[in-house]
């Protein structure tokens, strides 16, 4: 122990193996993520079995990476911090096997985290190293998470699509943001979440109020399922991004209905196990989100408009090597997933080769203008339904401020639109950078923090928790 305030964080609850070095919940000294995208991708998802598998082959050098690139050694730590769900069952054990060896061997505390508390604390993590940037620590923390992906694979994200640096700078919209003012309100929306939390700061540590959430499909859920159905590989979000500026926003109507209390709360319990665990009675209608409706009807438009056999035309030109293109994929049974909500679907046996992923140059080389506008306007669409019922959240309960955060916060028309509106309503919003906006392991060494000062320490017994719920 060097008693710095040094945190081990450990993340394998999807598709990343991540390992990083914290320092006292606010400052980066490494943060490793190693992808398994090239190994899901060919399946158009994300395979359980394969992941868990990845994860225990990665795990071992993804640490060392860590501590070597944070300049320190196993004895130098205060606490191991481990994502103990929500997630893939298989996944999650890997890394929490390993976080117990590895804190009864160095006789540390084990911190538990809850994964949706480690992406609100992404963006806190932020906050705290632009408010008091350690010499070169910004950079140094950009630079060590771009050289840390491990990745044998093709990276897919939207820098690497060439799009970050084209419209926007990672941390240039957000608005100066000292500390976010109390209370906040959280918008988690990632592959498997679409949760609305208020967040307040409680004894060192803060607590969270369950205001809404998503009744289906999540929204990186939908944008997975809307690009895989276009021809795009995995995951979507990104290539819908990438295209979506190409295309008219507004030639689509797409619209989200008003949710009723007893479309949802009658007839037949919900069917997945997170809406079984999660709360929908006592949540404002006006919070909660349903995004299968809007993926239902891109594929309606697309079956319309005869646009499936061009759509796999475009899956072969791009990613010859995915298993599952879209004359075999009903969004409805395509996905397989890294959330206990979703889905799962048996995985065929092919292991193709991987050739390098499509750029986006080639990708909108194959997309004729409706296909641009058709994009352009699913995510114009839901980054409305986003803004107006996160929004209307914030002023019902007199947020202070806004933080977004998970995969989808990656998307540049969100930053955008959420920031314009934010500044126009005079609300303060912050987002992560985009290496913190998906999966890492620095934001569950951060979100880790608090309980090191409270003793707040993992049993021996810690399992993984697949659908763990944050907060009431
Ligand atoms: O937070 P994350 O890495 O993993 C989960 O906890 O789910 O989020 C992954 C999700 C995927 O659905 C992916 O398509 C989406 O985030 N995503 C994006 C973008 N980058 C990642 N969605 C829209 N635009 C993006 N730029
Ligand atoms: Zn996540």
């Known amino acids: 122990m060097s008693g710095r305030g040094l945190i081990l964080g450990i993340e394998t609850s999807c598709d990343e193996t991540a390992a990083a070095v914290v320092e006292r919940g606010a400052r980066t000294l490494s943060s490793v993520v190693s992808s398994q995208i090239a190994t899901h991708a060919r399946y158009g998802g994300v395979v359980p079995e394969l992941a868990s598998r990845e994860h225990l082959r990665a795990i071992v050098p993804v640490v ?15 606490a191991i911090a481990v994502t103990s769900g929500p997630g893939l069952a298989g996944a999650l054990l890997v890394g929490i096997a390993y976080a117990k060896a590895l804190a009864f061997a160095q006789n540390l505390p084990l911190i538990a985290v809850n994964h949706l508390e480690g992406h ?9 190293e632009q408010r008091e940037p350690p010499s070169g620590a910004k950079a140094r923390v950009d630079s060590i998470a771009k050289a840390a992906r491990l990745k044998s694979c093709p990276d897919t994200r939207p820098g690497a699509l060439g799009l970050a640096s084209e419209t926007w700078d990672s941390t240039a919209p957000n608005l100066p943001f000292a500390q976010p003012a109390e209370p906040a309100l959280a918008l988690v929306v990632s592959g498997g979440h679409t949760h609305l939390y208020l967040a307040r700061p409680a004894e060192g540590s803060w607590s969270y109020s369950l205001i809404g959430r998503t ?28 295209l979506a500026r190409f295309g008219n926003p507004l030639a689509v109507p797409f619209s989200f209905s008003q949710i009723k209390r ?53 899956a072969a030109r791009l990613f010859p090597a995915q298993i599952g293109h879209p004359e075999l994929s009903h969004p409805e049974q ?12 048996g995985s065929k046996d092919l292991l193709l080769p991987a050739r390098l992923p499509a750029t986006r140059e080639e990708a ?15 995510q114009h669409a839901v980054v409305g339904d986003l803004m107006k019922k996160t929004f209307a959240a914030a002023e019902s309960l007199g947020a202070r ?45 951060a979100a880790a923090w608090p309980r090191l000062l409270s003793g707040d320490f993992a049993p021996p017994e810690l399992s993984a928790d697949p659908s763990l719920a944050l907060g009431r």
């Open 215 to 242: 009744l289906d499909d999540a929204a990186g859920e939908a944008f997975d399922k809307v690009a895989k159905l276009l021809g795009f590989g995995y995951p979507g979000g990104p290539w819908i991004d990438a």
């Open 120 to 128: 609100i604390h992404a963006v806190l993590l932020n906050e705290r």
């Open 64 to 78: 060392r990476a860590a501590l070597a690139q944070a300049g320190v050694t196993l004895d130098d730590l205060d």
């Open 401 to 445: 401020s806004i933080l977004i955060t998970g995969g989808v916060a990656a998307n540049g028309e969100l930053r955008q639109r959420f920031t314009a509106e934010a500044a126009r309503r005079g609300v303060r919003v912050a987002f992560p950078t985009l290496a913190l906006s998906t999966d890492n392991a620095a934001m569950i060494a």
């Open 262 to 314: 007893k479309v949802h709360l009658g007839g037949k319990p919900p069917r997945t196990k997170a809406a079984r665990t999660a709360p929908i009675a006592d949540l404002d209608t006006r919070f909660l989100f349903s995004f299968s409706g809007i993926k239902t009807a891109v594929l309606r438009y697309v079956e319309l408009h005869n646009l499936r056999p061009e759509a796999q035309a475009r």
């Open 334 to 345: 395509s996905n397989m997933e890294c959330h206990p909500e979703r889905d799962e679907a």
């Open 364 to 378: 909108l080389a194959l997309c004729p203008q409706p296909i641009l506008d058709l994009i352009a306007s699913f």
